[in-house]
């Protein structure tokens, strides 16, 4: 009994990192089609968003609610993923729709381009870059159409422009003041701590289950909830399934194709971040953190079928369950007297290297036979 | 426009001013006769950035340090010390590549340089067929005795074995079986050979071994394996890498394995730089083993440690990389002194017997030509440092060949005699 459910929380445990991961690259890649290298470096903002908000909430005047700066970095991370994502997908990706490879190539080269950033830009300035970002993106919503005529027009988005600069300046400069860690480049790992309440495990029937880990289970249930209601019940959702089914048809029935390549890349990207504060609190937080999930996010969604979510969430749950029954050696706990050469290679397999080499090979040989995932995508997009 | 002009003319000043030093690194106050320009090659970009740019500071220090005494006298005549600082890049053939272009373009006598195993697996063929000389300064797997490079770090008998020993015998976990856990890689698992060798020669057990693969920082499966194999608590050697260290280091913590449990982590690769980056709230009560702390408590380390902090910044550390790093600086000096050219053989020949009055002690250059040094084992504290339980009398002789690997048992390494050089039977 503890046994099987000690296994069923390390296999739930490892999945839900896999899955939170894997979450916003099932919309982009899965949805958009958009094959996107650099998601682990959209995590991995999401981790540096963390280790900031983590610094903000160590200042005197946020100490009180420091317990608490966990809750709050995961909206910080969603919002500044998203908008790093949104400036990526306007910038780049938006003029590579329709070729994959070049997408592939210049998304890669993004990741490279972020990944020196953070080495070599000050976090307070690279904040200050995030919030002029974020705020001139949603001027240029907010402010309404009709007043953007004629000679305004000019007027007002050099003040828009204007003012989230200054935004941007004004707290980089802040913060470069206030926290000495945060005013200098370093490409060292750095460090997030979950306040004291989080850390430790809770001991259920002799077992210890880690409290990380089961904020990070909420945390990926939380967001698969988010997600399904968001794309099963509200209108966006509708029209970005809608997109996804036939763009040029959505575009004839009225449905602005851009802004629906926009949200739903802004809501893949900020996903992202989410993954990077769960991450971030397993490990440290590094320029290279995200490759380092990137591959398995890719293996989740290939395996689950592309643009089907509940495929991204068994997938990646059994991927979990594999881990824990190979890594850990499960098999020879659950049948002790298997026979001797059949015992031996499972003993073999039971070092976490060979278990990812034997994870690896049981999905080729599974995608051998279902090319197109678990659930395979049905509708007109296939057979176009 | 005046301000602007001013602005311009003050900040073309600070420019051209750090490139000169840059260029230069040494100050001219003192009148030279003449200057030797030495090779610096480590990893300024790519992964390994942040662990060998400390060794450049170091190194660098040394040198200015040495400068301001006089720089070097050979034969009468005194010499500043100049460098060339080129960028391994984390990637081994570079390293090769960097070693040529210092050796044959720059023709420098002497190159400091390498952390990784593999990077120096990668220049030593480059250094024995040209006949240069490398000095490298970290601890290391041993199982190497090359007659063209210096070897300042620690050997396992100077690090891993004095370790196993205390685990097995005076540490809290006395007695109780051993789990070893590291990154996939040839350090850690010629490292773990070695002590799976000596625990079982201890008479002790090792009941589990497990490697993660480099990147990989799913440490769950791992953590179940070990509370499986030592139930009631007992040794963890750990030679992960880098920022693995973080993961495993906080989710074992989570998961209840903790000192307080009866689980007792002896690390090989953290010191107080990784401890300041990890967290000292995860390590406290674990172990590490080295030939130099921070905290030891003499007037040479004291210092060491200051002058550091006043070049580079008060909120920097100093860990044994960085000792056997200035270490070497100071030995090579004192070898081209004493042969007083700065040719190599003579160099080589002259560097056997030297002795330094080191941070961590003395340390004496050995006919295998690696250093004999103090052995310290420490309790990690609250506050990052190493609280030291215990060091060795005096320093230790290194061994090239590791007497517990059946392999190279009997073995040992002599430069100074021509019949016995590289590996010879005992």
Known sequence: ??????????????????????????????????????????????????????????????????????????????????????????????????????????????????????????????????????????????????????????????????????????????????????????????????????????DVLGMTFPKTRLLIIVITIISVVAVSIFLNKSVWGVRIRAVTQNRDMSECLGISTESVDVITFGIGSGLAGVAGVAVSLLGSVGPNVGGNYIVGCFMVVVLGGVGNLLGTVIASFSIGLMTDLIGAGRLLTIWPNMPQPLASTVDFFSTTSMARVMIFALIVGFLQYRPAGLFPQKGRMVES | MTLSRK?????STVAIASTITACGG????????????????????????????????????????????????????????????????????????????????????????????????????????????LYYPIQYEAQECSNNIFYTGATPNQQSEPATEFMYKRSPAAGKPFALVGSDYVFPRT??????????????KVVYEDYLPLGNTEVAPIISKIKRALPDGGTIINTLNGDQNVAFFKQIQDAGITPSNGYYVMSYSIAEEEISTIGPEFLEGHYGAWNYMMSIDTPASKKFAKNFKKRWGSDRVVADPQESAYNMVYLWKKAVEKAGTFEDNAVRKALVGITFDAPQGPVTVMPNHHLSQTVR??????????????????????????????????????????????????
């Open chain 2, 191 to 204: 490292s773990n050979t070695i002590t799976k060798e000596q625990v079982k020669s201890l008479g002790g």
């Open chain 1, 1 to 202: 009994m503890e046994l099987i459910l000690e296994s069923l929380f390390n296999s739930v445990a490892i999945g839900s990192v896999l899955l939170v991961a894997a979450l916003g690259l099932a919309i982009v890649f899965g949805l958009m089609g958009v094959i996107n290298l650099a998601h682990g470096e959209l995590m991995m903002v999401g981790a540096y968003s963390t280790y900031v908000t983590q610094l903000i909430f160590k200042l005197p005047i946020l100490k009180p609610f420091y317990d608490i700066y966990v809750l709050i970095a995961i909206i910080i991370a969603f919002i500044v993923s998203g908008t790093v994502g949104i400036l990526l997908e306007r910038t780049v990706i938006r003029r590579l729709y329709g070729s994959p490879l070049e997408t592939l190539l210049a998304t890669w080269g993004v990741s490279l381009i972020l990944q020196q950033f953070v080495r070599s830009v000050p976090l307070a300035y690279a904040t200050g870059c995030v919030i002029t970002i974020f705020i001139s993106l949603l001027f240029s919503t907010v402010i309404p159409q009709n007043l953007l005529q004629g000679n305004r027009r000019k007027l007002i988005k050099t003040g828009a422009l204007g003012t989230s600069a200054a935004a941007g300046v004004l707290t980089a400069s802040a913060l470069a003041s206030l926290v000495s860690k945060l005013s200098r480049a370093s490409s060292r790992n750095v460090d997030v701590t979950a306040p004291p309440w989080m850390r430790g495990g809770v």
């Open chain 2, 26 to 133: 040494s100050d001219s106050s003192t009148n030279f006769d003449d200057s030797v320009t030495v090779g610096i090659l480590h990893s300024l970009s790519g992964t390994m950035a942040i662990s060998e740019s400390t060794l450049v500071d170091t190194e660098k220090m040394a040198i200015e340090e040495i400068n301001k005494s006089g720089g070097v006298t050979v034969d009468g005549k005194s010499y500043q010390i100049k460098y060339i600082v080129e960028d391994g890049a984390s990637d081994w053939p570079t390293f090769a590549e960097k070693s040529k272009k210092l050796i044959d373009q720059d023709k420098v006598p002497v190159v400091f340089g390498g952390w990784t195993s593999a990077s120096r697996k990668a220049m030593l063929p480059v250094y024995e067929s040209k006949d240069a000389f």
């Open chain 2, 7 to 11: 602005l311009f003319a003050s900040l």
């Open chain 2, 377 to 426: 084992i420490g309790e990690i504290t609250s506050d990052g440092n190493f609280k030291i339980l215990e060091e060795t009398d005096g320093p230790v002789l290194p061994q090239a060949w590791n007497q517990f690997e059946p392999s190279s048992k009997g073995y040992a390494c002599d430069w100074t005699n021509p019949r016995k050089g590289e590996r010879y039977k005992l």
